[in-house]
């Protein structure tokens, strides 16, 4: 059983900054990419950042140059750094990964619970 765990959420005010973290773990032979998306109320789930070993990084315009992802492959953890915080960035953040958990298993995707970032004064 695969399980990813976010953490790093919570309360921040405009211009602030915050680092989530997501953990992968249990059975896993694997992880092609990770990432982040995000799901505001109202608002659909959008992509916000993602890293592979095939493209690199991958930004959503609307956070270019203030977030940047990276990941720890020995721990099999991604993070999300996040700097000058809008009151627009306020969603839920949910951490993506595509792993393979064995040499004959398939390649799927998993998902986080989520992680409530509020930017507000």
């Known amino acids: 059983q695969v399980q990813l765990v976010e953490s790093g959420g919570g309360l921040v005010q405009p211009g602030g900054s915050l680092r989530l973290s997501c953990a992968a773990s249990g059975s896993i032979f694997s992880i092609n990419g990770m990432g982040w998306y995000r799901q505001a109320p109202g608002k659909e789930r959008e992509l916000v950042a993602q890293i592979t070993r095939r493209t690199g990084t991958n930004y959503a315009d609307s956070v270019k140059g203030r977030f940047t992802i990276s990941r720890d492959n020995a721990r099999n953890t991604a993070y999300l750094q996040m700097n000058s915080l809008k009151p627009e960035d306020t969603a839920v953040y949910i951490c993506?990964?595509?792993?393979?958990?064995?040499?004959?298993?398939?390649?799927?995707?998993?998902w986080g619970k989520g992680t409530l970032v509020t930017v507000s004064s």
């Open positions: 993506n990964a595509i792993i393979q958990r064995g040499y004959y298993s398939d390649v799927l995707d998993y």
